[in-house]
């Protein structure tokens, strides 16, 4: 559970919108994804400044103790505008690992460096099925006190820019995580051409490389962290149909046709209507989801799936249905929608597909008590 | 206070109702009239009204107290200052003369029908045309309503008519408590596609109500339907609520259905299974978040979604529950069987009844999202030019 009051929640929320809107704007945005990194470090290190970057990092390391409750209400912030920068890697999923490891002394010090916003963490977590609940493709041997890693983890985030990352490897039916710098010998980063500009994705080979055991994260704390990401995934989704949602109203509150704004003809009317309803159910699973796993509700697995396919979906068919509401102004590319819509594409994907959650979803209830 | 008041109420239960026999104490039988005259006589009944009619003057936070000590001794009679549309509507828009001469009828009677929609007049309300005309103390009526529940046992009907045709439909309508034990009062129950009878028509023909029975004021009847209106949508999402808390908990039908029928191994079937249940779960998370924000702000705009979504839930449960059974579902031998097919044709009843989707979308549109009104051709002219089918 968290010790951040409601108003807290607010507080850092509005901060983080404030330093959004006046450093990731939609014109700033299209430039940061034409430079090669295609992320802006900058703002990265000012929202380290903020503790963002260190929000699931407990204060004794440098970080400021909020739970999935807030960073799910941050990704709503984040969403919104589109945010690109390795926030669900680096500080949800990273933390969340390296505090379940044991050999304690080696991730505080990288905790530290999360939360400073010196390191950037990218996770290598599935192989061609970009899957995370099916089994990964990077193997781990063990030679004598060394372990040595091999095979491809495929659709990594944010692998460019990384500085380390962690590495889930299949381990006799068992997940077991690594730890490896970007430099060492025997990694090989991949990028590839996306169809979301926002967001890059690489294939990162090992090939004989040699990793660090995050000991004691086995398959149950890789399923709760990827448990998180998928909340906060659901959260920036969430944030994003709003945004791309209320967008779409005002023009049709703006645009005139016939003498009168278009929102005044039913065919519209209905249509935004429908919507409204996906919008506001992915607020809500995303928000009672990241609840549930703060408080570590029984069904909390159940509500995280439900919002994993629930915001992915809508988030989508809402981007979608903002083009064909807009009509031509949104087939241009200098009209945002297309970059909701590109976006809401990429996220039905991440971690694995909507109907692989939904599936997973009916698992929880058949099993329910 | 309030553990007073639950003191109060339950030795009056307990000296007065049988919650065994459910009826009133020494009776054998339930009879309604007696009963409800003794409620009424306590204050019970609409304990949030002030003493002269009839009630106790409680908070709404009191009155819950009266309401769940009769709910916990299964008794009768609780609740009509929220659930007694006709008895509501005169408290609230007749004058005193009025309620001294009906409201304590009313509250000790079977609720009021209403006699809103006719053939002509379904979602255009304001367009009904069954003619209210004036006859020296009294009004004439001749018209035709449809879609009234409970018409058979009501004693009275909240009747909707056209008083005036040389003006703009929504200017020339008088409501009236209308006495529905008359003759030129027939009462027609209507075969609706799920085998039930719930609803009748009414056919009017020269019936008569007083002049004095008219709600609010002659030709500005508009006015005080809405007022009615209100109260009624108020009851139906207390309903919705109570309805999805009492399902809480229990295995999901669909899920037992598809176990029952061994297609839980079906790979499509799962995902439409699957969605199914997940539209249900999340209207009620987005219900439960309008709980939290009327708490926090006094409002919210999600509440008037449920309606909507409800529709794509019944609609989408029927049709899956249908693909689960399979072909036998043709056939009405079986209990799974004859179920898929009464709630295929009952989630009409969600989608249609009380506002079709469209026009529910329109109001979402229109209210929550603030988009222009639609134009509405008839509103403006004169009522006797308005065309109709």
Redo the contacts between chains.
Sequence with gaps: MTDFSEEDREAICDMFRRLLADQASEEKLREIIETPSGLDKALWQQMAELGLTGIMIPAELGGIGGSIEEVEALMEVAGASLYNGPFISTSVIAPILLSAATNTEFVSALLEDIASGEKIIAIAGCGRSGDWTKSPEVSAKQNGSEWILSGSACFVQHARNADAFLVATAQEGNVAVFYIPKNAPGLDIVEHDTDDKTLRLSTVDFDKAQGILLEGVGEEQFKSATQSAIVALAGEQAGATRQIFDLTIEYLNTRFQFGQPIGRFQALKHMAADLLIEVESASSSARHAARALASKAPNASMLAYLAKFTCADNFRKVSADAIQLHGGIAYTVEHPAHLYWRRAQTGQWLFGSSDRFRDLYLSEMETAP | MTADLKNEVEVWLTEHWDPEAECELGKGEYDEKSWLKKVVDAGYAVPTWPEKWFGRGLSPKDARVIENAFQKHKAKGWGRDRFHLGAITIYKLGSDALKSELLYDLLTGPICCLLYSEPGAGSDLAGVRTRAVRDGDDFIINGQKVWTSNAVEAEYGMLLTRTDIDVPKHQGITFFIFPMKQEGVEVRPINQITGEDEFNEVFISDARVPARFIIGELNKGWFSFQTAIASERLIMGQGITSRLRGAAGK??AL?KLA?DHDK?ND?VL??E???A??YR???T??M??AKEEVAKNGSSS?AS?GK??MS?IQHGEARISAKIIGPQVLINETEDSRNANFDAAKAYMNSIGGGTD?I???I???R????????DVSRDIPFKDVKSS
């Design positions: 295995t999901p899920l176990h839980l790979p799962r995902q299974i699957a969605q249940l997940a779960q999340l209207n998370l987005n439960l978040r999600l979604l909507l979504a794509r469209q529910q979308k329109n979402i549109a229109e929550v999202l603030s988009l222009p009104k639609s134009t």
